[in-house]
């Protein structure tokens, strides 16, 4: 596999990093439950890690790493928006 390969494919992962971490975002403003908000923080933090970790591989690659999760990313937590994020945490659980 060559390196702009290698990179493409790294960008695509990272937009799926920041697509967790916006949704975590989302879930972490819509409960109340504070237990379960210190979890998601947690899961969020491993999601923001995780994404620095990649960009830093692709940069190191001698690429551009995303900055955000792309223009489909954008449209995909658009439809989730329409569809509705869950709101209790009995809808949180079920859906992370």
Known sequence: MN????????NEYLKGEFMGIHAYEHYIQHTNDQNMKKSLQQIQQDHKQHAAKIAERIQNLGGKAAEDNGFMGSIRESMMMIKGFPDTTDEILKES
């Open 3 to 10: 390196k702009n390969t290698v990179i493409k494919e790294l």
